[in-house]
């Protein structure tokens, strides 16, 4: 069975630093590709970053320069190093699964960490 | 980028009615990369129609997707009570991945 399992959210103060994970179970990471997706309160869907099979990585504009994103094979786990966090950054973050194909869509999804950005 | 404008914004109709959701590209969308998410309260988004028409496992044949080019619709044949969600379109292009607004569908 396919699960994932968001951790590392929390309270951060404007400017800091947070590392999301997302433990994956069922697959391989290494093998689909992996998105994070985040939904700000009360708010719709906005995505994040992805990376490819390849070890390709993508941005929205939003956090380029700021997130990145990564893998850790031998852990089966997906990351999202958040740096210099805004009050815009705050949101429920999903990560979510892709298919092997890059526009293959979101098959499955954790059940979000919530990351709140404020002083 | 492509923007995915979805109508409407909410849908207010009764169980057993049909709902028809629309999501409009600004421009044009391989059907293949089209795909309908539903999400409930408190939940995580869940998978209901890729490739524009292709219903995901498990998902119940009375929903239905359809469309080509820069339009396209989400077809909901006879609500149930638990259909009642907000529903959310999503493009993949150009190493990016867009969704639309949503629309809620309420109870009327």
């Known amino acids: 069975e396919v699960q994932l399992v968001e951790s590392g959210g929390g309270l951060v103060q404007p400017g800091g630093s947070l590392r999301l994970s997302c433990a994956a179970s069922?697959?391989?990471?290494?093998?689909?590709?992996m998105s994070w997706v985040r939904q700000a309160p009360g708010k719709g869907l906005e995505w994040v970053s992805v990376?490819?099979?390849?070890?390709?990585?993508y941005y929205a504009d939003s956090v380029k320069g700021r997130f990145t994103i990564s893998r850790d094979n031998s852990k089966n786990t997906l990351y999202l190093q958040m740096n210099s966090l805004r009050a815009e950054d705050t949101a429920v973050y999903y990560c979510?699964?892709?298919?092997?194909?890059?526009?293959?869509?979101?098959?499955?999804w954790g059940q979000g960490t919530l990351v709140t950005v404020s002083s | 980028e492509i923007v995915l404008t979805q109508s409407p914004g909410t849908l207010s109709l009764s169980p057993g009615e049909r709902a028809t959701l629309s999501c409009r590209a600004s421009?044009?969308?391989?059907?293949?990369?089209l795909a309908w998410y539903q999400q409930k309260p408190g939940q995580a988004p869940r998978l209901l129609i890729y490739g524009a028409s292709s219903r995901a496992t498990g998902i119940p044949d009375r929903f239905s997707g359809s469309g080509s080019g820069t339009d396209f619709t989400l077809t909901i044949s006879r609500l149930e009570p638990e259909d009642f969600a907000v529903y959310y379109c999503q493009q993949y292009g150009s190493s990016r991945y867009t969704f639309g607004q949503g629309t809620k569908l309420e109870i009327k």
């Open positions: 990376i490819y099979s390849g070890g390709s990585t």
């Open positions: 421009q044009s969308v391989s059907s293949s990369y």
């Open positions: 069922g697959f391989t990471v290494s093998s689909n590709y």
């Open positions: 979510a699964r892709g298919g092997w194909a890059v526009a293959d869509p979101f098959d499955y």
